[in-house]
């Protein structure tokens, strides 16, 4: 469905990305794990438009799409819930799900996007007129996964949801995640330095290094492989 | 000071300060959008002025008989229409090849534009102080008692009132006002939501180069005159890093311009551009 090819991505003279393919299968949870500073936010950011790759491709569906601005990748299906959530602090939390619902021609009928992810985060329904800049960190995290399924992608990328997450709420989230892939059928690509949970929840991993990609197999894999298990998961 | 004098004062500077609250509004909505300040500003406004100046003598005679109060608004709407444009390509051409730099040097480019808009005001229109032609009859309104209001202060009250109304409706109300608030909190996440910030910023400028445009052409019985005085041009000489007050000060002398109430002051206020507040206020007549 998603597939990088040799991307390369620098900021300014800095390199990032040195050469990274990775591939989403349709349907699937694929995690990309890897140290602070690997390129893992990079490696999104490129895939949604907001950087452009030095070279290498993106495919989405089998068409290229490493050349749009970010408003047409949205338009194609691939949202991303980013780092540190960023969501519109100085709006409700209506309008922000109203924001992720920005290129919807029906914004009339949205009502069942609403009930969907109310349904998913009942807390989020309560709050609805709250500004969303004074819900908790765990809320704005549901806010920001909400606010991305609100354009209702067919591929969403999250990028490390469980950071400055208590760890209880973020094994909830966690199981959002599932849910979302399993009942909604949304492929998802999952940024994570919390390997052992992102390994635990996805079927196919990758292990970023510096711009690279070191290793990658099928999660369950990844998690009995030595390397692995030294360098992420804690030497447990 | 009698009560007549106080509430004539009230009057005075409710009009003043209707004035005041459209370059503010403009000012802020640059300033909360993109986070940086737009001293070209007054220029444009200093445009939309001239636009009315030169639109309204070969506008209004096509408005007689029955549609003479369509002229002054046909020549408000397309002062709007023109500075819209202008300020969009202002936008295109100076400030979006910047967007990803330090906002230092957007804020250096802007202050290029204003001098670029004010000397070229100055070759293109003159320097010398030109008095407005009159949209509308200036009289007072009567059944006011001893209070003075004319008809000018009350339209220019009317359209930023109107002004005010629409921005407000449009920032709170509508999808792009909802898309330029989000731009302002979080650009990166406006992006990922699918906002072209491309347009959102366009339309923030078209949007404000109206209002400033509004008020540039709205009706007013003064003169209105190109660039800096010789004073003014000595002191920025001396201190060209003080623009930032410069162009504050550029703007209260327009204002102090758009309301002096009489010709010949306006012959004052060419000897002497000092801070003209002051003399803004229409004394008791
Ligand atoms: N805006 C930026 N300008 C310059 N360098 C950056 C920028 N953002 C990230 N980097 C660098 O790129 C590398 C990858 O960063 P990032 O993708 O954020 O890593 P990760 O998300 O894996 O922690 C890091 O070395 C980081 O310092
Ligand atoms: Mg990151």
């Not at chain 1, 799409?65 to 408003?71: A, E, K």
């Not at chain 2, 300040?37 to 002025?49: K, L, Q, R, Y």
Request: proline share 4%; glycine share 8%.
């Amino acid at each position: 469905m998603l597939e990088l090819s040799n991307l390369a991505v620098n900021y300014g003279s800095i390199i990032a990305l040195h050469d990274v393919s990775l591939k989403v299968e349709k349907g699937a949870i694929v995690t990309l794990i890897g140290a602070n500073g690997a390129g893992k936010s990079t490696t999104l950011r490129t895939v949604s438009g907001l950087l452009k790759a030095r070279h290498g491709n993106i495919r989405y569906e089998g068409e290229e799409i490493g050349n749009l601005p970010p408003h047409r990748i949205v338009e194609r299906g691939i949202s991303q819930v980013p780092e540190g959530r960023m969501i519109f602090a100085n709006l409700t939390v209506r309008e922000n799900l109203l924001m992720g619902a920005y290129l919807r021609k029906d914004r009339h009928k949205l009502s069942a996007e609403f009930d969907f992810v109310f349904e998913i985060f009942p807390r989020l329904k309560e709050r609805s007129r709250q500004v969303a800049g004074t819900l908790s960190g765990g809320e704005q995290q549901m806010l920001a996964i909400s606010r991305a399924l609100m354009s209702r992608p067919r591929c969403l990328m999250l990028d490390e949801p469980s950071l400055g997450i208590a760890p209880i709420l973020t094994k909830t989230i966690f199981e959002k995640i599932v849910e979302i892939n399993q009942s909604l059928g949304i492929t998802i690509l999952l940024v994570e330095q919390n390997a052992n949970l992102a390994l635990e929840i996805s079927h196919y991993g990758y292990v970023l290094e510096t711009g690279r990609i070191l290793l990658h197999d099928r999660s369950s894999a990844l998690r009995a492989n030595e390397r692995v298990k030294s360098a992420y998961l804690g030497g447990r | 000071m009698t009560s007549t004098e106080f509430f004539q004062q009230l009057i005075n500077g409710l009009s003043l300060g209707a004035f005041y609250a459209l370059i503010a509004l403009g000012y802020t909505m640059v300033y909360g959008v993109l986070r940086f300040i737009n001293f070209a500003h007054g220029d444009v406004f200093m445009i939309g002025a001239f636009c009315g100046y030169y639109l309204s003598p070969r506008l209004l005679p096509h408005f007689t008989g029955g549609l003479t109060p369509l002229g002054p608004v046909a020549v408000l709407i397309l002062t709007m229409l023109i500075c819209a444009l202008l300020g969009v390509t202002i936008e295109k051409l100076a400030y979006r090849p910047l967007r990803q730099r330090p906002k230092l040097t957007v804020l250096i480019t802007a202050i290029g534009v204003s001098l670029f808009l004010e000397y070229g005001g100055q070759f293109v229109f003159g320097a010398d102080p030109k008095s407005f032609p009159e949209l509308m009859p200036d009289r007072a309104i009567a059944g006011t008692g001893a209070l003075t209001i004319t008809t000018t202060q009350l339209a220019a009250f009317i359209v930023t009132i109107c002004l005010l109304v629409a921005l407000t409706f449009i920032v709170k109300r509508t999808r792009l006002g909802m898309a330029m608030r989000a731009l302002s909190n979080n650009p990166t996440a406006a992006a990922l939501m699918g906002v072209n910030i491309d347009v959102v910023i366009s339309f923030t400028f078209a949007q404000l180069s109206i209002d400033r445009s509004a008020y540039g052409s709205s009706p007013r019985d003064q003169g209105i005159r190109c660039g800096c005085s010789r004073r003014h041009r000595k002191h920025s000489g001396r201190r060209r890093w003080r623009n930032y007050s410069r162009r504050c000060g550029d703007i209260c002398r327009w204002l102090g311009f758009f309301n002096l109430s009489r010709r010949d002051r306006i012959l004052a206020f060419n000897r002497d551009f000092a801070f003209p507040s002051s003399r803004n206020f229409r004394t008791c007549a």
